[in-house]
Nanobody, 130 residues
């Protein structure tokens, strides 16, 4: 079982920055693919960013490309989401997720799909004021 705990959310003005952290339990964290998703009120959960289990591939939603950066520190069992140039439309609850599978072949669609991920955190609220 893997437990994920997100921190770092809050209220920020448009144009500002936040860094979300997701601390994971478990000794095999380094072999998990990690993703970030978000859900705004009245909307479906959507993909934000992911890093493949090999660490060699990183994926971003078009809406955040160039503004958000996903990274991980395996020594700390933590994945981060650095969010810059925040916009009011980035307001949402942000969730981190872990995929323990290690597929040999995969495409970006695999990591864009929320059903890929077996473990989820409780979420952290990010609010961007205009």
């Amino acid at each position: 079982q893997v437990q994920l705990v997100e921190t770092g959310g809050g209220l920020v003005q448009a144009g500002g920055s936040l860094r979300l952290s997701c601390a994971a339990s478990g000794r095999t964290f380094s072999s998990y693919a990690m993703g970030w998703f978000r859900q705004a009120p009245g909307k479906e959960r959507e993909f934000v960013a992911a890093k493949s289990w090999t660490g060699g591939n990183t994926y971003y939603a078009d809406s955040v490309k160039g503004r958000f950066t996903i990274s991980r520190d395996n020594a700390k069992n933590t994945v981060y989401l650095q969010m810059n140039s925040l916009k009011p439309e980035d307001t949402a609850v942000y969730y981190c997720a872990a995929d323990p599978q290690r597929p040999t072949y995969y495409t970006s669609a695999y990591y864009f799909n929320s059903r890929t991920y077996a473990y989820w955190g409780q979420g952290t609220q990010v609010t961007v004021s205009s």
